[in-house]
Structures are given as structure tokens and as C-alpha cells.
């Protein structure tokens, strides 16, 4: 098995069934918590999701594209902590 | 060599994928936000890292690999202290707990208006 056929018919389909879960959990979530950490978790599935699709079409320079979204979602999980501790 | 290679790369994205996977089914089922937390914040961050690490173990390229590596180390850097954040927040916000909970060696800890953390809850006074 080729390392992009695995990418394409094993990783990014159980990539794509958590970033539904995570959906789910986002649009549910009774508390504005809840939704951080689901927002916290879809950018780390969004990450694992360009490293695969990287090695499934073979163009390594989007390495970059996931560096950039986890800065990006380090930064928004920060915000959302500070204003959920400061807005109640 | 290759065929070591290619076992490695597959082998490390069927680990972070199924991190990830294990993650989002604990955030969808676990019934509070603590235990959805330690489900998430652990999986997730191992699982995206173990992805980049397959990524520079399969790029032949050295800035390709460094730069996925460091992007790991970033992931296991940051998002414990994120979760860290976001728990202290809820809990200050006084999420509630899951009624099956049996113990909560926070409560009575924190005092609301400074919001610092005591060693211990404080002693009722006899006057109170």
C-alpha cells in the first residue's frame, strides 16, 4: 500500500468522522466552554487533516499551512479563556 | 530503506488518525466538560503531533522536515496550556460538574473575587 493511497482511504476518512463529532459537539455544547474546546479540538483535527492531505497529494510545502493554523489556534484558545473568565 | 520508510509514515498517521478519532468520539460522548477535556486535550495534541511527525519522516527535504518537527514541539507546547486555561476559566465560571462526580478537591478553594487558589478551603469562622 502506497503512503497516498493510505492517506486517502484511511486517514482522512477517520479525520473527516472526528471533524464531524467535533461539529456536533460544537453546535450542541450547553456551555460557551464546551464550544472552546471543541473550536480547540477542530483546529488540531484541521492540522492532522493538512498533514495527510500533504502526503496524500505529495506537495510537502504545506507544512506551513498547519504551522499557521496551530499559532492561529493557540492564540483564539487564549482569547476565548480570557473572555470566558472575565465575562462569566 | 523505502519500504521502512513508507511502514513508518503509515504506521504514525494510523496512530495520530485514530488519536484524533479517539478525541472527537470522547468530546461527543463524556458527560461533562472536565472529562470531555481530558479526552481531548491529551489525544489531540499527541495526534496532530504524531500526523506532522509522519510528515517529516516522509518529506526528503531537511527544511520540510524541520519545519513539521517544530511544529510539533509547538502543538505539545501549547495545547496543554491552552486546556490549562480554559478549565481554570470554566471552572471559575462554575461549569457545572456531572452529578456522577464523587469528588472535587477544588471546591471552596478558589476565592471569586482575587480568583486565587488557596492551598486549602478556608477555615469557617465561629462569627460566620
Known sequence: ?88 | MELLRTALVIGLATIGAGLLLIAAVGTLRLPDLFLRMSATSKASSLGASCLLVALAVASTDVGIAVRALAGATFLLLTTPVGAHMIGRAAYLSDTPLWKGTVRDDLRGCYDPDTRTLAAHPPAKTPDA
Open chain 1, 1 to 88: 500500500m502506497t503512503i497516498e493511497a493510505f492517506m486517502l482511504w484511511g486517514a482522512m476518512p477517520a479525520l473527516a468522522a472526528s471533524a464531524v463529532c467535533a461539529t456536533i459537539r460544537l453546535l450542541k455544547g450547553p456551555s460557551l466552554a464546551d464550544r472552546a474546546v471543541a473550536v480547540d479540538l477542530l483546529g488540531a483535527i484541521c492540522i492532522g487533516f493538512v498533514a495527510a492531505f500533504a502526503l496524500a497529494v505529495d506537495e510537502p510545502m504545506l507544512v506551513d499551512v498547519a504551522l499557521a493554523i496551530a499559532l492561529i489556534g493557540f492564540l483564539g484558545t487564549v482569547a476565548f479563556a480570557r473572555y470566558i473568565e472575565r465575562g462569566a
